[in-house]
């Protein structure tokens, strides 16, 4: 039987990664294959292209394509296979991403990513997405405590944040079904109970 696809988002610094390692070693207790994996990244070219990403200057539609690009080469080496397999996925951030950083964040036309979308993952969606949300001033506040040096978008002003959030929430708005908006302004352990609730709803 195929795996299933769950995705985790939110803006920088809503404290998502924490919570991910959880939520694999919920799964794999439940006798589950999981492959914990993330964009831009999860292979070593998606890897390459994540630190240009993240490190280097660039023309905003080729910032876009390079999301793609690394997703396409994601899906076919990692995602697709594991799938297959009958194992769970579990990927810190895919396509929804793209629509709130480059679409909200940057502003690029969002049909633009339709298209990419279709070509890229036509026949594949997360099965539940997780959207950790919070307002930016608290999730500015865990950005600060980072003691490595920024990367691009965790450098992006306040107002880049918030276009974010608002993108993705209204993503979540338009597909309730699957995206599952989780308090992310909560104890560490309030917001376990209801990620760990909210995937046992696929279970
Ligand atoms: P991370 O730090 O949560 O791993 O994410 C890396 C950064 O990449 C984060 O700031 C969001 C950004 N990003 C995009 O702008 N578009 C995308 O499609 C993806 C997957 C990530």
Redesign the pocket.
Known sequence: MRGKFITFEGI?GAGK?SHIAGVCAFLAARGLQVVNT???GGTPLGEKLRDL??NEPMHLETEALL?FAARSEHLAMVIEPALARGDWVVC????D??YA??GGGRGLDRHKFADLERWVHGHLQPDLTLLFDLPFSVARERIALQTREL?R??QERADFHERVRLAYLERAAAAPQRIKVINADRTLDEIKNSVEETVLSIC
Do not use: C
């Open positions: 920088d990664s993330r964009e831009p990403l993240l999301m810190d951030r895919f396509t991403a793209t950083y480059q990367d978008f965790e």
